[in-house]
């Protein structure tokens, strides 16, 4: 990759003011275009667009493909040099950009590039990474907090604000801030950039902003394309799809998973009588006479109905449900010793094994959809999991065998496909359960998840644990990998830790410190604090007092539309509310004041509803580091957050290894 080929950039569109920062990533060279009363900038940044659409440089920017882009083609395509000769002609050239910016935001649509106007390289990191996904998304500022960024800036003016003169430099320092940010973020996506820049070429296709999931659909589509023709996914442009009216459960449940105790005996009994399109029938809220026989194994609540699909199975609960298998001992502390050892085992590439080993397929996509699923699924493994390509190839098997077939946009779109997937996956995991409990009385089913189990198994009794693996191997065309853990502390089946016998430390949900970029980095001390003392027994105090990393002390907080964050002060006669940014980056104090919400009122109220966060404690706001202060720090509330982490295992940690069972 050459990083002189990429300059980030931002703008910000006010009435009476127009900025472009723009800044080559490599020199960390700074160009500010600005239209104002006071200056006009216009020719200069139209022969600078010209310059990078020559010389084939590229934006790189955040959400710019919906916003800055379009607002920079409609500045090349206005022939605003038109106006520059007639009185207040800044004042015009400005007022238009905002209303062009305003429409833009207003429709909210995916912009369509005008290949009559500028072309200009784009790189948007907000599609690249995904971000604009509803369940990852995250603002530029979030980033910011998470990359640890000295200073946290957010818009000093509100949208649509006249501006006077003086304000117009503080808004450019803004706009600075965030091509620095940008550009911070984009040094982040090397190796995404760089992979993106490999696979355009090798494909004669811009891959520049699609995002590891688009990359791999696309991948898979080609190969689909190349081997079967051009018209295989798409016909007329229009996604080619399987359409089911009903499923038949009886046809959809693989022949080779037979069970001998009654409660899955049931349980299959059960689901072969399903015939519906309607999967909120099947899993949820059963009447009791639908069950049959499985009524006798399920918990039935006062409504007369099972709320969920579920067996007990040996005093295990397991839930069965469209997506995977789940059931785990909970608020519980469990350790290998001298007569048992806890074992994870999963299958390698659960999903996508069953494709390939059952052979399926979305049925308009045809038989050979599964020699080629199978090909890429071989091709994945002769990379390195560390490798992009692995990643890429992965996320195609996963999307085209799995994730896609339940996507109506989708031209692998078959949900009998979906259905079959994981309710047959959470059938072998069951069948597994089962052959162990059978033929070992005394092991123990500590966690079930989407591909494999946590066990706790007799010493004695691990040669034959490991045929009957072999077995079930040989049953189901699967491939299981183990994990040995020394000690495993479980809160429930989506937050625990695990200590492996090779050292390693395994982190879910609630005590996990190493984290995405779209999620919430706050007061990462704690994680690291509860990690120290499950893992080599440090004292919580110990490591919080002295930790001495500030960014794992501070938390965040972004206020979303309608709700405005505030501090609130007790004078002697009346709260008094100071106006924060939207989003703030904070930390608990001694000396600090109150932080708190707004929010709009209720229907018939005329007062805005105030409510407290992190209630009991104060805060001092740090946006800019230099304002963070161990010297107020409020160490006892994060020890206590701590210890709210560990509580479920330090109350109910069992005596022997039956108490679970009682």
Not at 109 to 124: A, C, T
Not at 371 to 376: A, K, L, P, R
Not at 508 to 536: C, F, M, P, R, T
Request: aromatic share 12%; hydrophobic share 35%.
């Amino acid at each position: 990759m050459t990083e002189n080929k990429y300059y980030s950039y931002d703008l910000e569109t006010y009435p009476n003011i127009f900025t472009c920062v723009i800044q080559n990533i490599q020199s960390e060279e700074i160009r500010v275009f600005e239209i104002s009363s006071r200056k006009n900038d216009l020719n200069k940044l139209l022969q600078t667009l010209l310059w990078i659409n020559k010389n084939d440089k590229a934006l790189v920017g955040y959400n710019n493909l919906n916003f800055d882009y379009p607002i920079l083609q409609f500045i090349f395509n206005s022939n605003f040099q038109n106006l520059e000769k007639e009185k207040n002609a800044e004042e015009k050239i400005t007022f238009e950009i905002y209303n062009y910016a305003n429409k833009l935001i207003k429709e909210n649509k995916n912009y369509i590039e005008d290949k009559k106007s500028i072309i200009l390289n784009q790189v948007d990191l907000m599609k690249v990474h995904n971000f604009d996904y509803r369940a990852t998304m995250v603002s530029l500022k979030m980033l910011e907090i998470n990359m640890r960024m000295e200073n946290i800036e957010d818009l000093p003016f509100p949208p649509g604000t006249k501006l006077q003169n003086k304000n117009f430099n503080t808004l450019i320092e803004y706009n600075i801030h965030d091509v620095k940010a940008t550009t911070k973020f984009f040094i982040h996506s090397k190796d995404a950039i760089n992979f993106r820049e490999k696979l355009s070429l090798e494909f004669n296709e811009n891959m520049m902003n699609y995002s590891d999931t688009k990359i791999g659909k696309r991948y898979f589509i080609r190969k689909l394309e190349d081997k079967l023709g051009k018209d295989i996914c798409y016909k007329d442009g229009k996604p080619r799809q399987t359409i089911r009216n009903y499923l038949d459960f009886s046809q959809i449940i693989f022949p080779y998973i037979k069970f001998q105790t009654p409660q899955l005996k049931a349980l299959v009994e059960y689901l072969k009588k399903q015939y519906t399109n309607d999967m909120s029938t099947v899993f949820s809220n059963i009447p009791k006479e639908n069950l049959g026989e499985l009524a006798n194994y399920i918990h039935i609540n006062k409504n007369g109905k099972a709320s969920s699909l579920h067996v007990l199975f040996d005093n295990f609960r397991v839930d069965i449900g469209t997506g995977g298998l789940h059931g785990s001992l909970e608020s519980c502390f469990l350790q290998s010793d001298d007569e048992f050892e806890i074992i994870d085992v999963d299958v390698a590439s659960y999903y996508p094994s069953i494709v390939v080993r059952n052979r399926l397929y979305p049925e308009h996509l045809g038989d050979e959809f599964a020699d080629i699923y199978d090909e890429i699924r071989k091709l994945r493994f002769s990379y390195d999991k560390s490798q992009p390509q692995n990643k890429m190839l992965k996320l195609a098997l996963n999307s085209a065998g799995y994730g896609d077939t339940n996507n109506k946009f989708s031209p692998f779109y078959d949900y009998k496909m979906t259905i079959t997937i994981t309710l047959n996956g959470q059938l072998m995991l069951c069948l597994l359960s089962e052959m162990l409990k059978l033929k070992i009385d005394s092991i123990l089913l500590i966690q079930a998840n989407t591909d494999g189990l946590t066990l706790k198994v007799p010493k004695k009794d691990k040669e034959l644990f490991f045929s009957i693996l072999k077995e079930w191997e040989d049953i189901t065309g699967m491939g299981l990998e183990e994990n040995f853990y020394e000690k495993i502390w479980i809160r429930d089946v989506n937050n625990y830790i695990a200590l492996k016998k090779d050292g390693g430390v395994k982190k879910i949900g609630a005590y996990k410190d190493s984290l995405e970029w779209h999620q919430n980095h706050s007061s990462l001390v704690v994680q690291k604090a509860v990690e120290a003392y499950l893992i080599k027994n440090i004292p919580i105090e110990e490591t919080i007092l002295n930790h001495n990393d500030p960014f794992d002390f501070m938390l965040n907080y972004k206020a979303s539309r309608g709700i405005k964050l505030v501090l609130e002060e007790n004078s002697t006669t009346k709260k008094e509310y100071e106006n924060l940014q939207n989003t703030i980056r904070y930390y608990i104090s001694t000396n600090g004041k109150a932080l708190k919400k707004t929010l709009p009122p209720l229907k018939n109220d005329n007062e805005e509803r105030i409510i407290g966060i992190n209630v009991g404690f104060l805060v001092n706001i740090c946006n800019d580091r230099k304002d963070f202060s161990f010297k107020n720090l409020n160490y006892d509330w994060y020890i206590k957050e701590a210890y709210k982490l560990i509580s479920p295992f330090k109350e109910k940690a069992p005596s022997n290894l039956f108490d679970y069972l009682d």
